[in-house]
């Protein structure tokens, strides 16, 4: 079974003016601009709501492949959606000096972008961009 998640044309920016309630938007707006000047990356757009920098190829043991952004988010009503930044140990140190959040399986949510710790949010994502991901064909 394939990613049904993929780039689409629609521009993040544009995504951003739609999103509810206005604090959530601003938060996605202040990330949107933070994971553009660590990443160095172009933006897209992923499916109808997610955000994301760079992409790999990967392949799973079950021979399952595609394609996937680096690093992300989506600004969800109820939390901040951050993707591709707790992809190991070290990273998982690091997210306990982030600030108040709590982890999915493949994301880190965050109520209040305010709350947590921007350089170590920068640090986080810096790495998410950069490391091998795992599973990467």
Known sequence: MANVTAPTEQSPAEFLTSVEPLKRRQEGERLLALMSEVTGADPFMWGPSMIGFGTYRYCYPSGRKGEFFRVGFSPRKSALSLYGLKDDERAEAMLADLGPHTTGAGCV????????DEAVLRK????GFERPKLHEA
């Open 109 to 116: 949510y965050v109520k209040k972008l305010d709350a947590v």
């Open 124 to 127: 986080l994502v810096k790495r």
